[in-house]
């Protein structure tokens, strides 16, 4: 075979690796249409009771840490800024409206040590349960984002975060 023609088999393979990742990655974002994220602003008078800088790390299926979900605003990492105020949650990602999570919406949050590809330290991780819009069935689903925090401690997120949850949601992923 000829350089030439291996170069060209070569190109084909490639070419046709990224178009199934790319056709998986669509499929994948289509699946998760059906879910709507909350985005908006705290309700007026809401006092921020802490905030912390972090890294977005992923959104997975409830209790799946491995099984993102390409939900529309939370399908890729990103810088974030994490807000607590006494009316909820709001998350600031990078080029992305606010989102912000009512105390009804949280259902838990914990530590963790791996989310998708990302293993840090033992519960260096924040894993944050809530409900998400399901316009497929008109009702909520649990989802699971998980947030690295940059300049304190997972254990300092919960904690802040402790007043708006629900229930807790275990230890570790």
Same mark, same amino acid.
């Given at each position: 075979?000829? =350089?030439?023609?291996?170069?060209?088999?070569?190109?084909?393979?490639?070419?046709?690796?990224?178009?199934?990742?790319?056709? #998986?990655?669509?499929?994948?974002?289509?699946?998760?249409?059906?879910w709507i994220v909350p985005?908006?602003?705290?309700?007026?008078?809401?006092?921020?009771?802490?905030?912390?800088?972090?890294?977005?790390?992923?959104?997975?299926?409830?209790?799946?840490?491995?099984?993102?979900?390409?939900?529309?605003?939370?399908?890729? =990492?990103?810088?974030?800024?994490?807000?607590?105020?006494? #009316?909820?949650?709001?998350?600031?990602?990078?080029?992305?409206?606010?989102?912000?999570?009512?105390?009804?919406?949280?259902?838990?949050?914990?530590?963790?040590?791996?989310?998708?590809?990302?293993?840090?330290?033992?519960?260096?991780?924040?894993?944050?349960?809530?409900?998400?819009?399901?316009?497929?069935?008109?009702?909520?689903?649990?989802?699971?984002?998980?947030?690295?925090?940059?300049?304190?401690?997972?254990?300092?997120?919960?904690?802040?975060?402790?007043?708006?949850?629900?229930?807790?949601?275990?230890?570790? #992923?």
């Open positions: 075979m000829s =350089r030439e023609i291996s170069l060209i088999v070569v190109i084909a393979i490639a070419v046709a690796v990224l178009g199934l990742l790319a056709w #998986a990655w669509v499929r994948r974002a289509g699946r998760a249409r059906r985005v908006g602003d705290a309700p007026a008078g809401a006092v921020v009771l802490a905030s912390f800088p972090g890294l977005y790390v992923a959104t997975t299926a409830h209790e799946a840490p491995l099984e993102r979900l390409a939900i529309r605003r939370l399908g890729f =990492r990103s810088r974030v800024d994490i807000v607590v105020t006494d #009316a909820g949650l709001a998350l600031d990602l990078t080029g992305q409206p606010r989102i912000f999570l009512t105390p009804d919406r949280i259902v838990g949050a914990s530590q963790s040590t791996v989310a998708i590809d990302r293993v840090v330290e033992r519960d260096g991780l924040v894993r944050i349960a809530w409900n998400i819009d399901d316009a497929q069935t008109g009702g909520t689903t649990i989802v699971d984002s998980y947030l690295r925090p940059q300049n304190s401690s997972a254990r300092a997120v919960i904690d802040a975060l402790r007043p708006l949850t629900t229930t807790p949601t275990g230890t570790d #992923a």
